[in-house]
């Protein structure tokens, strides 16, 4: 029968033995006589080793306390941390448990064992586990019968009494080496390896410690597995067997069998640690108990534990074809993510009295929105709408079980050399989730899911593409127009119910694939050509379009003053490989990433008072496309829900319950600059915020400010309207705060328009 899993009885070694002391002496006195002072090292270590209580100062022993809790049943865990174990023991000690990691976790084990505290509460069936009650039923039988000799209920190996595992913490000095790096000249040490986790199989029971029943005496014995495979008992060894010679059948009893949950991890060597011309490798972890579940595919971890041979199981072909030649794997001790996700951050009380300090300052907005990519010129908006998709909005659960998304999809699409893929990148490091893929190298199975074989089980399983490792977080695909059709159908499904629907090979199942879609692409011929609509520029289906809340033009428009700045950034960050100074120091990505954490925690309403502005502004909007034609972008429904999404994360960014207008306001200001740069290189006019284009640029946008106030005085019962909504109208469709204070200032200037003396409504004069 074989048990998944294990440690290899190679590298194990017997806690006596030549082979297992590492530089030890060459008679089995010494060997003993050094087992027996590392064993005693081991139990002063866990009863002395102290540390200091940095509330009260007072001395508090960390590992005794730990073994009461052990035995009080409050936790099952003794993790010892390699640091203590360096502070306390002498270097020769601490080398020979990094050599020979194995020898010294049972060391550790026993020594716990041999001082352990009593339990301080009583035994408690209702709180016990099966196996626990199955041994106090065994001790209470073979207490009140011993006279039944050294039979098998006598002896009950270790590992089966054992409540607890034992393992280690590496070490704060610990260096991380790269998994080509980690060779034969490892097996049994305790190495550092960092990588990308491709698969995780579910969790299955390891066989710990076999017991079997005898037909014939009723006896129990007991097999400690050791390997990855093992042979089953067959005969009782019990003395009434032996001395009837009856040799009685044995029959396992499950239930009394110990098993530890076992899980198999396989991760990938990170990008800047493989060679150039060189393939990615991958290596095996075996993760048992506490440590199964930790690690989900498509994050990056750092795990820490034993590199161990293991034999290829079984006796097939296979088998034979090795011969002499054994796999490998880690036997995980310590497993860390790189970054964790929003809702496991940890955010100290330092680090959140510094993000309330920001929260206050009025410009929070733009200073994380210019921390995102620095070190690339301009692109204000499309930087502000990366900062809200990282933010997101609230996802919505209706009373009849429908779902309303919160993550926002954003699309930039624009002309070559505008560091487009240089913004995904960023996104995708920034989150604490992400996925980069390209199209061209995406197949629609890649990015949903495919069927492949379990080389543990050999059973058919399903295992994820890119949108499913994307969940909770951000999926980047570059080069998004360069995609097959068939394959870019296969998204459209993700973008709006969040969901992949599979029904392949006799598996039909929903995964769930809950994340922001960041997409780029250029035009149809590569380059904008303001000639043609919108729509056919773009080249993506309508279906998909409008699953994007928010489609970025990014246009690379000749400008002299905008192309000598440009060239002087580019040529400062060549130099100096840092970008320019800016306004104010940009926010580093792990303070994002806090800041981010706790914004996301706030869950703001819209309140009734602003339902109809919302309302009205939306229908605005339509009538507006509606007007201009074929050659405008179209707004649907959808494009409803995307503001109140963008609103929702614009409320979270300001740490606020409640969504305000100026937030309604900043959401459509985006969603019309977005696309303003289309009717600029038509000819129509520009938006000041997208635009640049030079002193024409600004004379055409305050004369549109202008006309756009005079119909709206002309409209109003007393030929005034008030400052403050006319000023909020204007921000609504596309144009800045700058726009409206450079009109208000030339045309108040010259006496065509007049401000009352409240300094709250506007008129002509």
């Known amino acids: 029968m074989a048990a998944v899993g294990g440690a290899a009885a190679a590298a194990a070694g017997a806690p006596g033995g030549n082979a297992a002391a590492p530089g030890g002496g060459g008679g089995g006195a010494s060997a003993g006589d050094q087992y027996a002072r590392h064993s005693e090292m081991c139990q002063k270590f866990l009863l002395d080793f102290q540390t200091e209580d940095p509330a009260t100062g007072e001395p508090v022993f960390k590992y005794a306390e730990a073994l009461q809790r052990i035995a009080n049943r409050e936790v099952d865990v003794l993790e010892v941390s390699l640091d203590d174990l360096h502070h306390f023991t002498p270097p020769e000690f601490f080398d020979r448990v990094i050599a020979n990691t194995t020898r010294y976790l049972k060391l550790l084990a026993e020594a716990a064992d041999l001082v352990m505290p009593e339990s301080q509460h009583e035994f408690d069936d209702s709180r016990a586990s099966v196996l626990d009650i199955f041994l106090h039923h ?21 590992d089966l009494t054992r ?3 034992v393992t280690l913490t590496p070490s704060s000095k610990a260096k991380t080496v790269a998994i080509r790096h980690v060779k034969a000249a490892q097996i049994g040490r305790l190495v550092t390896v960092r990588g990308i986790v491709t698969r995780v199989t579910e969790v299955k029971p390891m066989v710990q410690v076999a017991t079997y029943t005898c037909e014939v005496c009723s006896g129990e014995n007991y097999q400690v597995v050791k390997g990855a495979v093992f042979t089953p008992m067959m005969q009782c060894r019990s ?5 009837n010679r009856s040799g009685g059948m044995l029959y396992m009893q499950t239930r009394g069998s110990k098993f530890v949950k076992f899980q ?4 990938q060597e990170m990008a800047d640690q493989v060679p150039v011309g060189h393939i990615p490798r991958t290596m095996a972890i075996h993760v048992t108990g506490h440590l199964t579940r930790t690690c989900n595919p498509g994050e990056t971890v750092t795990v820490t534990g034993i590199f161990l041979p293991t034999p290829y199981a079984g006796s097939g072909a296979r088998s034979l074809k090795q011969g002499l030649l054994s796999d490998t794997y880690l036997l995980a001790q310590h497993m860390e993510k790189q970054k964790k996700s929003y809702a496991e951050s940890f955010v100290s009380d330092e680090a959140r009295e510094r993000i309330a300090a920001y929260a206050r300052d009025g410009q929070i907005y733009d200073k994380l929105a210019s921390s995102v990519a620095p070190e690339i010129f301009g692109h204000e908006d499309a930087k502000k709408a990366l900062l809200l998709l990282l933010i997101g909005g609230l996802d919505r659960t209706l009373a009849d079980g429908m779902k309303i998304r919160g993550d926002i999809n954003v699309c930039l699409m624009g002309d070559p050399g505008v560091a487009k893929s240089q913004l995904l990148k960023f996104v995708c490091n920034t989150a604490p989730r992400g996925v980069y893929t390209t199209g061209k190298g995406s197949s629609g199975v890649g990015l949903t899911a495919a069927i492949t074989k379990d080389t543990l089980t050999g059973e058919m399983v399903l295992e994820g593409g890119a949108l499913v490792l994307a969940d909770k977080g951000v999926c980047c695909i570059d080069e998004f127009d360069k995609m097959d059709e068939n394959d870019r159908t296969s998204i459209h499904e993700v973008m709006e119910q969040q969901t992949i629907s599979v029904a392949k090979a006799g598996i039909t199942t929903t995964l769930n694939a809950r994340s922001s879609i960041l997409a780029a692409a250029n035009p149809q011929h590569g380059r904008y050509d303001p000639r043609n609509s919108m729509e056919s520029n773009i080249n993506l289906p309508a279906a998909l379009l409008s699953r994007f809340d928010l489609v970025f033009l990014m246009l690379d428009r000749p400008s002299r003053e905008d192309d000598l700045r440009l060239a002087q950034h580019i040529t400062y960050v060549h130099q100096h490989n840092q970008h320019p100074d800016l306004e104010w120091e940009p926010l580093d990505a792990a303070f994002i990433r806090q800041y981010i ?15 109809a502005y919302i309302v009205h502004a939306y229908v605005a909007m339509r009538e507006k496309a509606r007007d201009e034609g074929r050659r405008a972008i179209q707004f649907t429904p959808r494009t409803l829900l995307a503001i109140l999404r963008l609103s929702t994360a614009l409320a979270r960014l300001r740490f606020s319950e409640q969504v305000e207008q100026g937030d309604v306001n900043e959401a459509m200001r985006l969603m019309t600059v977005a696309t303003a740069a289309h009717k600029e290189q038509q000819g129509h006019g520009g938006m000041g915020a997208a635009g640049g284009d030079g002193a024409g640029g600004r004379r055409e946008t305050k004369d549109r400010v202008y006309h756009i106030v005079v119909d709206l005085i002309n409209k109003a019962k007393d030929n005034k309207v008030s400052l403050a909504d006319t000023q909020a109208r204007l921000l609504a469709q596309g144009y800045t705060a700058n726009d409206w204070d450079d009109m208000i200032a030339e045309y108040t200037s010259i006496d065509v328009l007049g401000i009352t003396k409240d300094k709250r409504f506007l008129f002509a004069v």
């Open 138 to 158: 065994r001790m209470l039988n073979y207490h009140t019968d011993g006279a039944r000799g050294d039979g098998a209920t006598s002896a009950f190996p270790k």
């Open 163 to 165: 409540r607890f595992e």
């Open 239 to 243: 003395t009434e067997c032996e001395r």
């Open 264 to 267: 198999e991890v396989r991760i």
């Open 597 to 611: 954490s706790v914004a996301r925690t706030y869950r703001p309403f819209i309140p009734e008072t602003l339902t």
